[in-house]
């Protein structure tokens, strides 16, 4: 279970982490029109690593994670939205985390 987890962990930080990239170049875009014109070619990198590579392997890690710590199928849809919803991959790495190692919060805490 420790390693989907650290699998999901990074998978979620590299997902989140992309999926502000493109939610502040979305707000650069009406923002900024000349900034985001040269900015374009970064938007299609990230927007086709996000979608196309790094989602659908965040989708694979939710599963197995799910699979191995026996978490409920509303645990796995949020974890499944994290990856759609701006800074919400952040929030869910942390809830999991305490939800499946809670000494490890107490002693954080």
């Not at 992309?18 to 900034?35: P, V």
């Not at 989602?55 to 191995?68: A, E, G, K």
């Amino acid at each position: 279970m420790e390693r989907s987890f650290r699998a999901y962990r990074y998978m979620s930080f590299i997902t989140g982490t992309t999926l502000l990239i493109l939610s502040a170049i979305l707000i650069i875009r009406f923002a900024d029109h000349h900034l985001y014109v040269q900015l374009h070619v970064v938007d299609k990198i990230v927007g086709v690593a996000h979608g196309v590579i790094l989602y659908p392997i965040y989708l694979v890690c939710c599963f197995t994670l799910m699979l191995h710590a026996r978490l409920k199928i509303v645990v796995l849809v949020a974890m499944l939205l994290a990856g759609f919803v701006p800074g919400l991959a952040f929030f869910m790495e942390a809830r999991i985390e305490r939800q499946l190692h809670p000494q490890q919060s107490e002693v954080t805490s």
